[in-house]
């Protein structure tokens, strides 16, 4: 992704037995922050929540973004997997600059993705 420009992100989710992550989603490049939100909030109400890379831009400068949306409304066993997973996952990305952990869709708005990049 940090060479490919051709996604805006990519969602990895736990499978349903939670024994291993995958690719659940690749954005295209035109979608926007307010589809992301969506897809976000897709996964949660089904109970589930993912890690996300993010190619946020801000004045011509391209920030990969990692993302741990684990909302408090998904089963305990799944928030400690996703929890315990965190690390592993990011290890395995390259290119990453930020990361934000958010519980619920106000702990992810664009203004504080915005901020985020910028500190």
Known sequence: ???????RY???ALTDDNECIRIAKCAPRNATYSNFLDDLNYFSSRGRGVYAVYDYE???RMELVFVVW?????PIKS??????????IKKKLV???KDI?????DEITESEMKQ???T
């Open 10 to 12: 990519i969602l990895f």
């Open 101 to 105: 952990e958010a519980n619920s869709l």
């Open 79 to 88: 928030r400690l997997i996703i929890a315990g997973s965190k690390e592993a």
């Open 116 to 118: 985020r990049v910028l």
């Open 1 to 7: 992704m940090k060479l490919d420009k051709s996604m």
């Open 70 to 74: 684990c909302p408090d409304t998904i």
């Open 58 to 60: 801000l004045n011509n």
């Open 95 to 97: 290119g990453i600059k």
